[in-house]
């Protein structure tokens, strides 16, 4: 039961992270954005680090961070392109069958899952993609989509990235779950922001300063507090679980967005939330 409590934690805090930098992109650029959030993130592992008082793990642990930063900042970059030249209700289901990477991860180390469990994860695989759906863009009056192939070419690139983000902090955290979110957001804030200094005078639109770094900041411990929740739910419990779990973060985001912004839920998420919650529950279950 603690790693489910500790990946629904995980998928909480990423979907909610997701929520709040998306406002905050409709006022900066993403790199900036991205900046801020990386920063935060680094700032408050590093904290966590040191109260927690963690051994620091081996130097493969350490790496395996770092890679993941760089292919989280890849997954991301080739998802919000996908997002810009396609349809979102095409694209998020497409990036969301990343999961099925940690779980094949898990049942070739030996994982085990009953049939129950098994009808459970597939509940909320297919929770989480009819969630993630949105309404049909033309019928909203919205610019279709002009190149599905790229689009989802690139969605498939993000699923890859994504999964392959879920085995990895599994991985790097079996000694330490800090050191190596501190590794992973140190390589981000550091790709991210050469990028910001090598294109600064191309960046569109306002520069946050002052305060209005402070929500930035915070959406990135947002983001080490889901990462950190994953590692401990991942040493906890199987992986072919937990990461599937943790994969509800769009549910979260999408909930977010009724309360706060009053965007409208179609009937298909309605159903996806429940399905999704349902597999829940039938994991935990078992």
């Known amino acids: ?29 993403v790199p900036l954005v991205l900046v801020g959030t990386s920063l935060g993130g680094l700032l408050f592992a590093l904290v966590m680090a040191g109260v927690s008082r963690q051994v620091v793990p081996p ?6 961070g770092a890679i993941c ?6 997954a991301l970059g080739a998802f919000y392109q996908a997002l810009a030249i396609g349809t979102m209700s095409i694209v998020a289901p497409v990036s969301a069958s990343g999961t099925s990477i940690p779980v094949i991860w898990g049942l070739a180390n030996g994982e085990t899952l009953s049939a129950l469990a098994f009808g459970g994860l597939i509940s909320v695989v297919i929770g989480v993609m009819l969630a993630s759906r949105e309404q049909d863009a033309a019928a909203e009056g919205r610019p279709v989509a002009i190149n599905h192939r790229a689009s989802i070419l690139l969605a498939l690139v993000a699923a890859a990235g994504f999964g392959a983000i879920y085995v990895m902090i599994a991985e790097a955290t079996a000694v330490s779950e800090f050191w190596p979110i501190v590794a992973l957001k140190a390589t981000s804030f550091a790709a991210i922001g050469l990028l910001v200094i090598g294109f600064w005078s191309r960046i569109p639109g306002e520069r946050p300063s002052g305060r209005l770094w402070l929500p930035l900041l915070f959406v990135g411990t947002l983001d080490v507090t889901a990462n950190a929740t994953y590692a401990f739910a991942s040493q906890e419990g199987p992986i072919a679980i937990v990461a599937v ?3 509800m973060f769009p549910i979260t985001t999408v909930l977010l967005a009724h309360r706060f912004l009053g965007e409208r839920i179609a009937r298909s998420q309605k159903i996806g939330v429940a399905i999704a919650l349902l597999g829940v529950v039938v994991l935990a279950s078992t």
């Open 69 to 74: 930063g760089v292919v989280g900042l890849i």
């Open 1 to 29: 039961m603690l790693p489910i409590a500790l990946a629904l934690a995980s998928a909480i805090s990423w979907g909610a992270g997701d929520f709040l930098g998306g406002l905050q992109t409709r006022r900066f650029a």
């Open 59 to 64: 130097n493969t642990d350490l790496l395996l």
């Open 245 to 247: 779990i943790a994969s």
